[in-house]
């Protein structure tokens, strides 16, 4: 008797060094833009307005635009901003729904503000950002009283995408909710 339980023993522990956990992804949720183009039995028609691009510190620059997505006559709006494929870093297509970059065009300005109290704070590191419920980031660090503005453009990844300076971003943005009003205009929006 003490054999066969000393021999199931031994199997069910064998069995149980030998188990694998299922890979589960982090993250499986849609993104606004995803459930919105992913949809299937539906027309979708696509449409790209150039901004300007985007220059960062580390690479050639992100090119952005304002896309429409009209999926059977209703019509949403989409900032995008793509990054090309580099030597390390692959490419990386990002699409912040419009009410959401309402929203982060208003935090900007909190995070300036914030920024100047933390810089004369004299803290040796400080970091503040806000992030999407779709992934996108936008924040600063600061060492050695040094600011870095950065993007996060990838919500599987925590690479950065950073800026000499916040102008560069607010500029762009300005464009972006321009060209967000005139295509708005013409669709009766």
Known sequence: ???????????????????????????????????????TGVQCKITD??????????????????????????????????????????AVEVFV??????????????????????????????ETFYRTDDGFQLGYSIKNRQTHWYLVLDRYSEDKVFFDSVTKLKDNFKKALSKFEDIRKKNGN
């Open 1 to 39: 008797m003490k054999r066969v339980v000393l021999l199931a023993m031994m199997l069910l522990a064998g069995r149980l060094l030998l188990a694998q956990t299922p890979y589960v992804r982090v993250d499986d949720r849609q993104t606004k833009y995803e459930q919105l183009t992913h949809q």
């Open 97 to 126: 729904a419009y009410d959401d970059f309402v929203e982060i065009d208003n935090v900007l300005e909190s995070l300036i503000a914030e920024e100047h109290k933390d810089r004369s704070a004299r803290k040796d590191y400080c």
């Open 49 to 90: 307005y150039a901004i300007t691009t985007l220059y960062a510190q580390l690479f050639d620059g992100l090119e952005t635009s304002v896309r429409t997505v009209e999926v059977d006559g209703a019509v949403q709006y989409f900032y995008r901003m793509y990054r090309k494929e580099g030597k390390e870093q692959p």
